[in-house]
């Protein structure tokens, strides 16, 4: 038999109805034998109803005491979930983040686990009792629990598995595994059956929300394998097991997947503003002056391009950043002026980064020039590239999203049969 850790999203426990369709998912896995962790989110919408009741009571307030509020909606559906377990026979008890314990960083807000003590987890799960543990928590070095930004109970999971060597980590969403691209947008996207760790942290990192990007670090740092599926499947219709692998997507070591495609995915971002400093001198310490006011103010930098004039005295800096970003970034370049001395500043928003990610392309050539020549015939233009070992992504008009992800995934050959 198995260890198994189970996460369920607000959506999956959004009414008690829904949390009833969780317990019978729990309980097929229990009864089949296999030891069972389950950790839960906050039913949907009722973080977002909590931050806003603090938000309400102080519009500057202690940190603590937002993780003391906030920190309740898991609590309160873990209990729940416990509950109904319960009334239908399996022996179950909710956990907080303090009880395992999870030990986190004093960050509290967005707080980062140190550690996850399993032993007494471990021994309840040997005596076949169901843990119903409450994510998105932990307790701080000051004893006090600590959230960890939005998102965190995927964290919780994927590190609540390492801890305690489970099998799998299954993450039970409202969608049934990892696509090729957003279906929404290319209706002939394919439900993927595997994905390497690597691809799927730069999906993730590019604007695929399957799952959050933190969570897919910890699970390729400890090789938790974990697997992506739907929670509204029906219970009675999905076979119980380790073994077997029902519809989802199972997120692996690259040496798990036999058939390495050189294409994987589509990813795409909306919402990127690009900024341009024209004739910067080209002298060493020049992108330290420009690069480190932005970092110091935690506006991320992405797509950046260089174009050194013909002499070499003068560079044109152009680089991407999230477009309500883009106001505060000018505003900093503009302070730091003096230091940078470009001679001007010019910005365009309404832009999308587009990627194409596969492993394959560690030993394929010729990847990117089918993108550059598929897009030209279709008349959009590329304003900035950029490239890393699996995946290489490209700046285009916002309008020609749609356009761009259709025709990528159709050249690449990722369409449904």
Same mark, same amino acid.
Request: net charge negative.
């Given at each position: 038999?198995?260890?198994?850790?189970?996460?369920?999203?607000?959506?999956?426990?959004?009414?008690?109805?829904?949390?009833?369709?969780?317990?019978?998912?729990?309980?097929?896995?229990?009864?089949?034998?296999?030891?069972?962790?389950?950790?839960? %989110? $906050?039913?949907?919408?009722?973080?977002?109803?909590?931050?806003?009741?603090?938000?309400?009571?102080?519009?500057?307030?202690?940190?603590?005491?937002?993780?003391?509020?906030?920190?309740?909606?898991?609590?309160?559906?873990?209990?729940?979930?416990?509950?109904?377990?319960?009334?239908?026979?399996? @022996?179950?008890?909710?956990?907080?983040?303090?009880?395992?314990?999870?030990?986190?960083? +004093?960050?509290?807000?967005?707080?980062?686990?140190? @550690? =996850?003590?399993?032993?007494?987890?471990?021994?309840?799960?040997?005596?076949?009792?169901?843990?119903?543990?409450?994510?998105? !928590?932990?307790?701080?070095?000051?004893?006090?629990?600590?959230?960890?930004?939005?998102?965190?109970?995927?964290?919780?999971?994927?590190?609540?598995? $390492?801890?305690?060597?489970?099998?799998?980590?299954?993450?039970?969403?409202?969608?049934?595994?990892?696509?090729?691209?957003?279906?929404?947008?290319?209706?002939?996207?394919?439900?993927?059956?595997?994905?390497?760790?690597? #691809?799927?942290?730069?999906?993730?990192?590019?604007?695929?929300? =399957?799952?959050?990007?933190?969570?897919?670090?910890?699970?390729?740092?400890?090789?938790?394998?974990?697997?992506?599926? %739907?929670?509204?499947?029906?219970?009675?219709?999905?076979?119980?097991?380790?073994?077997?692998?029902?519809?989802?997507?199972?997120?692996?070591?690259?040496?798990?997947?036999?058939?390495?495609?050189?294409?994987?995915?589509?990813?795409?971002?909306?919402?990127?503003?690009?900024?341009?400093?024209?004739?910067? /001198?080209? *002298? /060493?310490?020049?992108?330290?002056?420009?690069?480190?006011?932005?970092? @110091?103010?935690?506006?991320?930098?992405?797509?950046?391009? !260089? %174009?050194? %004039?013909?002499?070499?005295?003068?560079?044109?800096?152009?680089?991407?950043?999230?477009?309500?970003?883009?106001? *505060?970034?000018?505003?900093?370049?503009?302070?730091?002026?003096?230091?940078?001395?470009?001679?001007?500043?010019?910005?365009?928003?309404?832009?999308?980064?587009?990627?194409?990610?596969?492993?394959?392309?560690?030993?394929?050539?010729?990847?990117?020039?089918?993108?550059?020549?598929?897009?030209?015939?279709?008349?959009?233009?590329?304003?900035?590239?950029?490239?890393?070992?699996? *995946?290489?992504?490209?700046?285009?008009?916002?309008?020609?999203?749609?356009?761009?992800?259709?025709?990528?995934?159709?050249?690449? +050959?990722? +369409?449904? #049969?």
């Amino acid at each position: 038999m198995a260890r198994l850790v189970m996460k369920f999203g607000g959506t999956s426990v959004a009414d008690i109805e829904r949390i009833r369709n969780v317990a019978r998912h729990v309980k097929r896995e229990a009864e089949a034998g296999h030891e069972v962790a389950v950790v839960v %989110s $906050a039913m949907a919408g009722k973080t977002d109803e909590l931050v806003g009741w603090t938000r309400e009571a102080s519009p500057l307030h202690d940190a603590r005491e937002y993780d003391t509020v906030v920190a309740a909606g898991e609590q309160i559906t873990a209990g729940l979930l416990s509950i109904v377990l319960q009334n239908m026979g399996v @022996d179950a008890r909710s956990w907080q983040g303090w009880q395992i314990p999870i030990r986190t960083n +004093n960050a509290h807000g967005a707080a980062r686990i140190e @550690d =996850i003590d399993g032993t007494l987890l471990r021994e309840r799960l040997a005596m076949e009792q169901v843990a119903v543990i409450a994510g998105f !928590q932990g307790i701080g070095p000051d004893n006090r629990i600590a959230t960890l930004g939005r998102g965190g109970s995927d964290t919780s999971a994927v590190a609540i598995a $390492a801890a305690l060597e489970a099998d799998r980590c299954d993450i039970y969403t409202d969608v049934d595994g990892v696509y090729t691209t957003d279906p929404r947008m290319e209706p002939r996207a394919r439900r993927l059956d595997k994905i390497s760790f690597e #691809e799927m942290l730069e999906m993730a990192s590019l604007g695929a929300k =399957i799952l959050q990007v933190r969570s897919v670090e910890l699970a390729m740092v400890h090789g938790v394998r974990t697997f992506v599926r %739907s929670s509204f499947e029906d219970p009675d219709n999905v076979q119980a097991g380790h073994g077997n692998q029902p519809a989802g997507t199972l997120i692996c070591d690259e040496e798990e997947i036999v058939e390495k495609p050189v294409v994987t995915g589509i990813a795409y971002s909306k919402d990127e503003a690009q900024i341009s400093l024209r004739r910067v /001198p080209d *002298k /060493p310490g020049i992108s330290a002056a420009i690069f480190g006011p932005l970092a @110091d103010n935690h506006i991320n930098v992405d797509m950046i391009v !260089q %174009s050194v %004039s013909e002499d070499g005295s003068k560079t044109d800096m152009t680089f991407t950043v999230a477009e309500p970003d883009a106001a *505060k970034a000018i505003k900093i370049l503009e302070n730091n002026q003096d230091a940078i001395s470009y001679q001007l500043i010019q910005t365009d928003s309404g832009l999308t980064k587009v990627s194409v990610i596969g492993i394959g392309m560690r030993s394929h050539a010729g990847v990117a020039s089918t993108a550059f020549a598929a897009l030209s015939e279709k008349g959009i233009n590329i304003r900035a590239i950029t490239t890393s070992e699996i *995946k290489f992504s490209l700046l285009i008009d916002a309008d020609y999203t749609e356009l761009a992800v259709r025709t990528l995934h159709s050249v690449y +050959n990722l +369409n449904r #049969e």
